[in-house]
């Protein structure tokens, strides 16, 4: 099995040069003035620079190599570069074969072949250039449907890295990984079983398999038109993991260790990298969606199998230290990623490729707008909000409001806030929907957290409605307590409510309503009680028991709650609100009664429109 071969000790090969430079001779036709020691993770590789100055790059296999899947390989370069991708050229023996054999001072046989060398810099040794991993995903599409078109005369073998066969490797060699490297390996086994399911049925291809930044190279001016100046190319070398498996693998192992560059250059948010890997390579070669919702889980594997075989090497062979350069990076970046949602992670992909970030938001909020139109939709208090009895508040830094320093605490708040319903002669005061807010100020919204960007919070993904404390609050639909908590951090929600609600007709597609900013008499509830649309549910907490903050109920529609219970984010990323914004939709048609959405256009964006 593939788990069996990548954990068993490998032979190396380590032959002299002279032994190389008569087999390349007498097989390859090729005098080689000089031949450059080449790193290789279980081969033995050299530059060979022959008399004319041509250059080429020569391998002698580990001792489980075969002749059959060096023939394979051959095969993959020639359909890649008839499909305008740049790789190297394979050259044959003097008798037209693949490889030639070599016999070592031990007595074993060795396989050698030879491929022409392809200048350049890998991509790893560069400065991190957005425009270049772009390109890496373009360049990895046009070869992967090269590969998947082409029919082999030499069948692929199964390779040892085949990351559709991740939870076995990992169930083997993650013991061999640090401590510190736990963590980020269990949570990449969690999200590789969830997911096996679904890759079990995905569409399977021959792929490269290893498209790491080591095996990209960027070859300076390859290409020259009259129209263009001469641009940088990017080429694969390395075809030796090539296998049969399944197709998204490929750029799920090019977007990881994009990401791990990215990550290692400081760049500020290697999630982007992995979308924007997986966006490129969907314009050429398309993925379905479930192919885009394995992806993220898939890149965690990769790192993880990248890191547990590297200590799994290091523990074969301890003088072997080189397997060991890239993990701190590596265990880093998975730690990171520990705090990122699958969900999440599929909407930001879902979004770099110009579909729904979440994939049922548009159907639940084609439900929620049904549910208006049919009289479904119970009022949430005593008085049905509508534009003539609510007065819409500005929180962003244009407005005057719950601004240091004066107000500065919740009592001045509150004030401020009451201040304007009573000028207004209004029923309630409301804080809108994708506004983009100067208020957030507290750690909670400004401290950076796992997997996150470094960028502070303030893009407000409910809506307010601002009562005095005490206001009953009822379920505008009937549906199932999914959870209760008391988040009592300065500025967070206090005690709050989630419940769960079913789309009718909808096969079983779930949603949820959050509540925050309650009174603590709602944490009676508990999981699993049932609440009927129109019944009373909670009411309005007072500060500082409520977050510390005015009266007022926050509530927001939630499409996934990302494994989150009792809590949910009210508030994102200014960056990152187009993926929020199809997680947690607008929830206007359950809060007004008179809600359209040419009514409410007021309360929609971030952007001031």
């Known amino acids: 099995t593939p788990c069996r071969w990548i954990l068993m000790k490998l032979t190396r090969p380590e032959l002299p040069v002279e032994l190389v430079r008569d087999v390349l001779r007498s097989s390859f036709e090729l005098a080689a003035e000089e031949l450059c020691p080449l790193p290789g993770y279980d081969d033995q590789n050299f530059r060979v620079i022959t008399s004319d100055k041509s250059e080429y790059v020569c391998k002698i296999s580990h001792a489980e190599e075969s002749r059959e899947h ?50 350049g810099a890998v991509m790893a040794a560069l400065p991190y250039n957005g425009n270049s991993v772009r390109e890496l995903g373009l360049s990895l599409a046009r070869m992967d449907q090269a590969l998947a078109a082409h029919t082999f005369a030499h069948a692929p073998k199964t390779s040892a890295w085949d990351l559709a066969a991740a939870s076995e490797t ?32 995905l569409r399977e291809s021959v792929i490269h398999g290893d498209p790491n ?32 498996t399944k197709t998204v693998c490929d750029v799920a192992i090019a977007a990881a260790y994009a ?109 929620l707008l049904q549910l208006f139109r049919r009289g479904s939709v119970k009022q949430m208090f005593e008085k049905p909000l509508r534009r003539d009895n609510a007065v819409f508040l500005d929180l962003t830094d244009k407005g005057t409001l719950m601004k240091s320093p004066h107000p500065t605490t919740a009592e001045d708040y509150t004030k401020e806030v009451d201040d304007v319903v009573a000028q207004a002669n209004a029923y309630a005061a409301i804080g809108r929907y994708g506004e983009n807010r100067f208020i957030y100020q507290q750690d909670l919204f400004t401290a950076k957290v796992d997997g996150a960007r470094d960028e502070p919070r303030s893009v407000h993904l409910g809506i307010d409605v601002f009562l005095p404390a005490k206001t009953q609050v009822y379920a505008p639909l009937s549906g199932v307590v999914h959870s209760v908590e008391n988040n009592s951090s300065v500025g967070d929600y206090g005690p709050t409510v989630v419940l ?24 009676r509830l508990k999981p699993g ?9 909670a009411l309005i907490g007072n ?41 947690v939709p607008n929830p206007s048609a359950l809060v007004f009664a008179d809600y359209s959405e040419e009514a409410y256009p007021s309360v929609t964006s971030p952007y001031g429109d």
């Open 213 to 244: 930044d080591y095996n990209v190279v960027i070859s300076a001016g390859q290409t020259k038109s009259s129209e263009e100046e001469s641009r940088d190319q990017l080429g694969f070398i390395d075809f030796g993991d090539l296998c049969r």
């Open 500 to 523: 769960q609600h079913e789309v009718p007709d909808g096969d079983g597609v779930t949603f949820y309503t959050l509540y925050g900013h309650m009174d603590p008499e709602c944490l």
């Open 259 to 367: 990401a791990l560059g990215a990550s290692d250059k400081r760049v500020e948010w290697p999630m982007d990298t992995i979308a924007e890997i997986v966006a490129a390579y969907n314009e050429v070669f398309p993925l379905d969606d479930d192919e885009l919702a394995v992806a993220f889980p898939l890149v965690a594997a990769r790192l993880a199998v990248s890191v547990a075989m590297a200590y799994h090497t290091h523990a074969q062979d301890p003088a072997n230290k080189a397997v060991l350069v890239n993990t701190e990076p590596a265990i880093n970046l998975l730690n990171r990623l520990v705090g990122v949602a699958d969900a999440y992670a599929e909407a930001v992909i879902r979004h770099f490729c110009g579909r729904a970030p979440c994939k049922a938001s548009p159907s639940i909020s084609s439900a």
């Open 70 to 119: 060096i023939c394979s390989q051959h095969e993959a370069m020639r359909a890649a570069s008839a499909a305008g991708v740049l790789c190297p050229a394979p050259v044959t023996t003097r008798t037209g074969e693949a490889a030639a054999s070599i016999a070592g001072d031990d007595g074993r046989t060795w396989l050698v072949s030879v491929v022409t060398y392809l200048p």
């Open 170 to 201: 990992l169930a083997r060699a993650a013991h061999d990984a640090p401590p510190a490297a736990q963590r980020g390996i269990s949570s990449a086994i969690e999200r590789f079983a969830r997911i096996s399911g679904k890759l079990a049925s």
């Open 529 to 537: 009680d049932r609440v009927a649309g129109g019944e009373p549910l």
């Open 543 to 583: 500060y500082p028991e409520n977050g510390n903050w005015p009266p007022h109920l926050h509530f927001q529609v939630v499409c996934d709650m990302l494994n989150k219970v009792g809590d949910f984010p009210g508030v994102a990323r200014f960056s990152e609100y187009p993926v929020w914004s199809s997680i």
